[in-house]
């Protein structure tokens, strides 16, 4: 079942074509990653995705509900975390969640009871009464993720969620958005941040300059360009590095301590390299493998332009 649809979406301002004919699915329960540089056409996709503001052509589906026709219905179906808090400064934590339920629809009853968890699930337990004026940046995230959840929507829509963020506030937002996948809500994250997309999404759409130039699972992407693997080997002992090469290693480089070997068969390497050292007496201190990054496959969609 399809949670998410985009069909052919394109929107230009003035002489630039910020989006262009982009189209994609993302299915119900699915951690779908939006990555792409800064300008690249993420926030124009999920605005036009959430109704915001209206494509040129092309059209998209919240949970089979299109925004622009129908947009009350669309907007009960889904939440949206914008990079920049939406949320009432001048009230306190628990007045604005009890306005997004209102907004909803929600019963007092109903508020109540959901203000209460979700302020204990962000951690804001002992503050709820405190002006959000007076919060720190993760803290406002925090009650603006609340707002956007207070109704548990099937759809929930995060652009850079945790930007800006400390250490401890940008795991709590990872948390609590995890909780909401494993709940079953569909999660739409538009991020430039690579290891938090590689971390999080079972599958990842690439755009660049208003194209969508990519999408698939961020291993499959890893493995687009080049499958060689790097093999990190410290060896304690004298020996010649050429005693390494052999057809299946493709480079060997050198760093303090530590070879490192590119080879297309890390398997075999690693076994002719146990057999080398036992034969030559040699201790193998260390040894680390790692494959082709999304970091990789990222810059070279993008043309390294980040």
Do not use: W
């Not at 069909?7 to 074509?17: D, I």
């Not at 204990?120 to 009464?129: I, P, S, T, Y």
């Not at 405190?130 to 993720?145: C, E, H, L, T, Y």
């Not at 297309?264 to 493998?289: A, G, W």
Request: hydrophobic share 35%.
């Amino acid at each position: 079942m399809t949670a998410v649809e985009a069909s052919g979406l394109s929107k230009t301002f003035g002489n630039v074509k910020a989006v262009r004919n982009v189209s994609f699915e993302v299915e119900k329960g699915e951690f779908f990653g939006f990555l792409g540089p800064n300008g690249a056409g993420k926030t124009t996709t999920i605005r036009m995705l959430t109704g915001l503001i209206t494509p040129d052509s092309g059209k998209a589906l919240i949970d089979g509900i299109d925004p622009q026709k129908d947009p009350i219905h669309a907007k009960m179906k889904m939440g949206v975390i914008p990079e920049f808090g939406n949320v009432y400064v001048d009230l306190t934590a628990k007045e604005n969640l009890h306005l997004a339920g209102k907004f909803y629809g929600m019963s007092k009853k109903e508020r109540e009871e959901r203000a209460s968890e979700i302020l204990h699930m962000m951690e804001l337990k002992g503050r709820e009464n405190d002006a959000v004026r007076n919060f720190s940046k993760g803290m406002k995230q925090r009650v603006n993720i609340g707002c956007a959840i207070i109704h548990e929507p099937p759809v929930l829509f995060l652009d850079e969620p945790t930007s800006g963020l400390d250490v401890q506030s940008k795991r709590l937002v990872v948390r609590i958005v995890t909780k909401m996948k494993e709940k079953g809500s569909t999660i739409f994250l538009t991020t430039h941040n690579i290891q938090e997309a590689n971390e999080l999404c079972e599958r990842v759409g690439i755009i660049h300059k208003g194209d969508l130039v990519a999408i698939d699972r961020p291993e499959k992407l890893r493995n687009t360009f080049d499958k060689t693997q790097s093999i990190e080997v410290s060896i304690e002992g004298e020996f010649d590095v050429d005693m390494l090469h052999n057809d299946h290693v493709n480079k060997i480089e050198r760093s303090g301590d530590k070879l490192t070997l590119f080879t297309d068969h890390p398997d075999i390497t690693v076994k002719r390299l146990v057999k080398l050292t036992d034969e030559e007496d040699l201790k193998i201190l260390s040894l680390r493998t790692q494959g082709p990054s999304l970091e990789e496959a990222f810059v070279r969609l993008t043309g390294g332009n980040e």
